[in-house]
């Protein structure tokens, strides 16, 4: 094996091979880690949020533990969705094209694609998703120390108590809804899209069909961003 | 102590009826705090720790007599002194004793998310399981009262258990039997009701304490601790006493309707794209031979 491939793997673009490489071995890793804390952290404050949720908790080592695990992978929640931030924010902007993909988003809707406008690596939704999940980890975050730390809020600052159980169920009830449908658009509604997360590559049809202008700039060779 | 007994009427965190509720009648107990007669010996703050088994910790001095700012986790009865001042100039000082009210509508059982962490008994005591505690504080957001706290080597929440063990057996709490002028009262709530009115009633007729009154909030539905205050108009005046206690409004609304709202659009969300999955189904790559792209087909 050559190690050019191995260089490969950390650049988005055509591969040796013809396929096209969509996300980097570590945005792959980032995007995973996210996932894995999200889902522990969905699944206990699932428990904490309703009795008859309780028995979530129960199976993943009792309530005690999913209290004393929650806030701790929160934070690594946090911190690799900062990541993501910080790799992605420049390809997650709205442009142009997005608004006019957005007009005809119910062509998306209803897989007919053909109606529907070229769009750049990410399509209007996507971005949707990926400002939601930045703006929802900053609230989870921040009323999640509270919550944490509640005793430590004094009693004449108490409305900082309350105002953190509102920001962290909403913030929470928010993301749960856009995570719903991007696992649902992931794994069962776009076809290519999960095992694109997976090994990073998706094929060259694939990549014309969603994301026409990121495939001709991938064609022409460059990975400059327009 | 078990959720099966016969004697608990709520048990937090609990999905379903509360087994054994009102199998069994008990009278509603109560304590009465006569703050006009408490002369702030703190026999009562020993008393607690004693019968409780902990020992006494560290004191926090403030420039006032009190013992430490609030109660801790391990110091559950605490008199709290506050310098006040008349109207016609003259001082008081005010002296309460600070602990669990036990609420007849416990804040810290509506916002518990452990089954049976906290249960209410049949005679009004609400009381901490820490077998079933998870250590997740909302029972801190939960009291208008700034009681619950946390030990954050064992991670359970503690409070006054109005000496459960001790009125299981017949016996009145600790901290009534030992104060020594007779400003602790402990019995029925009718009895403690009809003898705080006539200690009122003798403070308004015959002391000058025109505003003199009972302390028994019916926010939180009448509490397990009531007392006499000389001025009940003004009950901030004995150290953050609310004047009108309830369960914060963001509890209120995060246990109520907020469950309601998040769960049928967490619902919603989940019928929504099993009924596109089945309505409009994958989106595919018209054409395409390669392997990624026709994940799941036949």
């Known amino acids: 094996m050559s190690t050019s491939h191995i260089f490969s793997s950390s650049r988005v673009g055509l591969q040796p091979d013809g396929g096209i490489l969509r996300y980097t071995l570590s945005e792959r890793v980032h995007h995973w880690v996210a996932a894995i804390t999200y889902a522990y952290c969905l699944w206990t404050g699932l428990a904490f949020w309703s009795p008859y949720l309780f028995w979530m908790a129960i199976v993943v080592g009792g309530g005690p533990s999913a209290r004393f695990w929650h806030p701790w992978l929160g934070l690594a929640f946090a911190a690799s969705t900062g990541w993501l931030y910080l790799i992605w924010r420049r390809d997650m902007s709205i442009t142009p094209e997005d608004i006019a993909w957005k007009d005809k988003v119910e062509y998306y809707i209803r897989n007919e694609d053909e109606n529907l406008p070229p769009i750049w690596r990410f399509n209007w939704g996507q971005k949707l998703y990926f400002w939601l999940i930045v703006y929802g980890a900053i609230a989870l975050v921040i009323s999640g120390v509270g919550l944490w730390f509640v005793e430590s809020i004094p009693w004449s600052w108490r409305w900082l108590r309350y105002l953190s159980v509102a920001i962290h169920v909403t913030a929470a009830l928010f993301t749960i809804g856009g995570f719903i449908i991007h696992v649902y658009m992931g794994t069962a509604m776009v076809r290519g899209g999960f095992t694109s997360i997976i090994r990073g590559e998706v094929s060259p049809a694939w990549a014309r069909m969603h994301h026409r202008l990121w495939y001709n700039q991938v064609m022409k060779g460059s990975t400059d961003r327009k | ?298």
């Open chain 2, 1 to 298: 102590m078990s959720q099966a007994t016969l004697n608990i009427v709520k048990i937090s965190g609990h999905a379903g009826s509360v087994p054994g509720a009102g199998v069994e009648r008990a009278e509603q107990v109560c304590k009465l705090v006569d703050t006009t007669t408490c002369i702030g010996c703190k026999a009562c703050e020993v008393a607690c720790l004693e019968w409780n088994g902990y020992t006494f910790t560290e004191t926090t001095f403030d420039n006032t007599y009190q013992t430490m700012p609030e109660t801790r986790w391990n110091y559950w009865n605490l008199i709290k002194f506050n310098e006040h001042e008349r109207e016609d100039g003259t001082m008081m000082l005010l002296m309460r004793k600070d602990q669990c009210m036990h609420c007849a509508e416990p804040g810290c059982l509506a916002a518990c998310p452990a089954d049976g962490a906290i249960v209410q008994y049949q005679n009004g005591i609400v009381d901490f399981q820490q077998a079933n505690c998870i250590g997740c504080g909302y029972c801190v957001s939960g009291c208008p009262f700034n009681i619950p706290k946390f030990n954050s080597e064992t991670k359970k929440m503690f409070k006054c258990t109005l000496c459960s063990d001790r009125v299981s057996q017949g016996l009145e709490p600790a901290c009534i039997k030992a104060c020594p002028t007779g400003c602790l009262h402990f019995g029925t709530k009718d009895d403690m009701s009809f003898l705080a009115e006539k200690r009122a009633r003798q403070l308004r007729d015959n002391y000058g304490f025109d505003k003199a009154g009972v302390y028994d909030p019916a926010g939180v539905g009448g509490t397990g601790v009531i007392y006499v205050l000389h001025d009940v108009t003004d009950p901030q005046a004995y150290g953050n006493l609310p004047k009108d206690p309830h369960i914060p409004w963001i509890v209120q609304f995060w246990k109520g309707p907020a469950k309601w709202i998040g769960n049928l659009a967490m619902i919603g969300g989940l019928i929504g794209v099993t009924m596109h999955y089945l309505r409009w189904g994958p989106k595919r790559v018209e054409g395409s031979a390669h392997p990624n792209d026709n994940l799941g087909e036949h």
